[in-house]
């Protein structure tokens, strides 16, 4: 099973709401990546946890707060966004983290700030 | 400066009209070439991962291969259904993908 689950599919929120993105793998991976995609662009990595320890950070303004409670569940916690922060969010996720490993997308949420 | 070009942008065939996707890459290092299919609004699907030059790979329609410069996806009597973006990705030294912009297929019935 290669699946990656993201919740909400939609999320809309004003520029003062908190809100969270959560994204579950079951394929016992241990490196977890968030990733930003404008229309008709490929993805843009915003962090990587690897062994549940934030690894990379591309960075991203903090008003984006990752969190990863355990091996299998990545959260993204929203703050305070721009209108420019609208886009679709994609988790992933990889074996290890190694730059051999492949990656698997979840489905993403659409995210619209107004 | 590692670079990833797909080509050509869009793709438009009859249904079973065979065809082919180019990825051509500059890395220093290849780690790995990796294919995804993306249909609008979804996360890309995972398609292929190639290693190492003269390695070819199949699943259904679709067959990759890789040499020391591109990739390519076969694409072999398309249907309709396979209509969606096709994006590259490779990996190098570095600990982050490198895509390519896409190559958007439509396939008319």
């Known amino acids: 099973d290669t699946e990656v689950t993201q919740t909400p599919k939609h999320l809309v929120m004003g520029m003062t709401n908190k809100k969270s993105l959560k994204c579950e793998q079951h394929m016992g991976h241990r490196a977890m990546y968030w990733y ?16 549940e320890k934030l690894s990379i950070n591309e960075s991203v303004p903090s008003r984006f707060s990752p969190e990863c409670p355990n091996s299998s569940l990545l959260n993204l916690h929203l703050h305070a966004l721009q209108p420019e922060d609208s886009a679709l969010y994609l988790c992933a996720s990889s074996q290890a983290g190694a730059t051999t490993d492949t990656q698997y997308f979840g489905p993403g949420t659409r995210l619209t700030v107004l | 400066e590692d670079q990833v070009t797909q080509s050509p942008e869009a793709l438009r065939l009859q249904e079973g009209e065979s065809s082919s996707l180019n990825c051509s890459y500059t890395v220093s290092g290849l780690r790995g070439l990796f294919w995804y299919r993306q249909d609008p609004g979804k996360g890309p699907e995972f398609l292929f991962t190639l290693y190492s030059a003269g390695e070819e790979k199949e699943k259904e329609r679709l067959k990759a291969t890789l040499t020391k410069k591109e990739s390519f996806l076969h694409i072999t009597a398309p249907k309709p259904e396979d209509s969606a973006t096709y994006l590259c990705a490779v990996s190098g030294s570095n600990y982050q993908l490198i895509w390519g912009a896409g190559t958007k297929l439509i396939i008319k019935p």
């Open chain 1, 36 to 51: 930003k995609q404008k229309a008709k662009k490929p993805p843009e990595l915003m962090f990587v946890y690897s062994y």
